[in-house]
């Protein structure tokens, strides 16, 4: 699997509100390029091509290549949100890709740059610089430096038979909570709007990749993340915080979490450093789009206080996907598939509880990377499975402005579970979710992705706007 940097992207601005799509779309007439396109496709690139490897002929229904494109390109979009608890959010997103003379794919360097903040502190800022080639040598290199706050992170219990009892953090007078943030007019079940959120900040979070082709289909790849985190489990009135105890901190203070730390009301700082390796075995035809090929991952990764790490602990993933047309010789057409299960064990950190690693960090179970449609971070433990189908139908493609557009239609059944320890003895079943979505493709590497999602096992829906496929 590729490091796009477009998939770093933060979890508030995913979920924006269908404004930030409108606007993205308006500003697509405004892409620079710095070079014409070339007059005719160029001989395939060399070995690091992230999709070098070819399974099968060309479908004869596969629309002509367009011409490669050249010299710099410069994207950008702006960030639009809206959610009750964290406010107006407002930012942009820029990429440049540099394609050189257009022999380089995906490209040769490519520079993302996002910021984010929202009017209730909420903050997610990045920069990630990717280069496939870099310094012509035979190692693809990927850095990111960020920052991150979420006031209101979600924690709804530990394993995957976690209870979600709505009437806890519900109320729909909130001028009350202004006199007292405890009591909650037409609900006796109150225990704080803030029962089921802690806040989380993240400075710096750190990232170092590098990969290197071992032949036309495997790769080596080894990583390095450092994470300083802030864990606040109260919070003040002005918050709107509860004078009781919330889920995280009652599952701290009764043992279910562990901490090492002095007293549960104070901020916990938490700081991991890990190393990672792993093989990928990739046939995919397009890196951002595929529809052929499969990828699969195994990686470790461990975190120990000989390189700086607060915690001792190590974590596998084995990740795999499958992309196939449903009619042999029809690209348009395509069923894909995933199947993740990652594990952790040791000193497991509360900050990584909701994390699956691999090659990219993601949150899980619930949410826009995992289950659309479930909550949010609704299920956490150290071990996850994820299971993911979509059927993929490319309805039109066009190529305004010197510009080329794909619009796919897509219908997703997703599933997973996790557990809270290594027995795996725990119950609670497969949580499922389904809905359907669109993709706009701009220029290959660029995908907006709309879906909307409503939960088999849960009485919940979501909407997400995202960049990237979530496979």
């Known amino acids: 699997m590729s490091w796009n940097p477009l998939r770093t992207l933060s979890r508030p601005l995913r979920s924006g509100v269908v404004l930030c799509l409108l606007a993205s779309l308006a500003l697509l007439p405004a892409t620079v390029r710095a070079q014409g396109a070339a007059e005719a496709p160029v001989s395939p690139p060399g070995p690091l091509e992230e999709s070098s490897a070819v399974v099968a002929p060309p479908p004869t229904d596969a629309p002509s290549a367009p011409a490669r494109r050249k010299g710099w390109d410069i994207q950008g979009v702006p960030a639009l949100n809206f959610n009750t608890d964290e406010g107006f959010g407002y930012g942009a997103i820029l990429m440049l890709v540099d394609r050189a003379d257009g022999t380089y794919e995906p490209f040769r360097y490519s520079v993302l740059l996002q910021l984010f903040q929202t009017t209730r502190q909420v903050a997610a800022h990045l920069i990630t610089v990717d280069a496939p080639r870099f310094l012509d040598s035979q190692w693809r290199m990927g850095l990111e430096l960020a920052y991150a706050r979420t006031l209101f992170a979600p924690y709804y219990g530990l394993g995957n038979t976690a209870s979600f009892v709505k009437e806890f953090s519900r109320c729909d007078d909130r001028d009350a909570l202004e006199g007292n943030p405890d009591v909650c007019p037409g ?26 082709q071992l032949s036309d289909t495997w790769r080596l790849f080894l990583g390095y993340r450092l994470r300083m985190d802030r864990i606040r489990m109260r919070y003040s009135p002005d918050d709107l915080g509860q004078s009781g105890d919330s889920k995280l901190l009652e599952d701290t ?50 975190g120990a206080g000989a390189i700086g790490s607060q915690f001792n602990y190590w974590g596998a993933t084995l990740h795999s996907r499958f992309f196939h047309p449903v009619i042999p010789g029809y690209s ?22 909701p994390v699956y690693g691999g090659f990219e960090n993601r949150d899980g179970l619930g949410g826009v990377y995992s289950a659309r449609g479930i909550l949010l971070r609704r299920y956490q433990g150290p071990a996850k499975l994820l299971l993911n189908a979509e059927l993929r139908w490319m309805a039109l493609s066009v190529e305004p402005w010197g510009q080329q557009f794909d619009f796919t239609l897509a219908g997703f059944l997703d599933g997973g579970r996790v557990w809270s320890n290594l027995d795996f003895q725990e ?24 879906d909307y999602g409503v939960g088999i096992t849960e009485p919940t829906t979501g909407f997400y706007l995202d960049i990237g496929h979530i496979f």
């Open 253 to 302: 203070s009764t043992g279910v979490l562990q901490s090492d730390e002095g007293s549960l009301g104070d901020p916990l700082s938490q700081r991991t450093s890990e190393l990672m390796v792993g093989l990928q075995y990739d046939t995919r035809d397009i890196e951002a789009a595929p529809t052929l090929g499969m990828f699969h991952e195994l990686s470790v990764r461990g």
């Open 427 to 450: 119950g609670g079943g497969l949580k499922t979710s389904t809905g359907g979505g669109l993709r706009i493709s701009w220029n290959r590497e660029f995908v907006i992705r709309l």
């Open 187 to 212: 609900n006796p079940d109150f225990r704080g709007l803030r029962y089921y959120t802690y806040d989380h900040q993240s400075l710096p979070r750190i990232r170092l990749n590098a990969r290197r």
């Open 332 to 353: 348009r057409l395509v069923m894909a598939w995933r199947g993740l299960f990652d594990v952790m064990g040791g000193d497991v950190p509360i900050s990584l509880l």
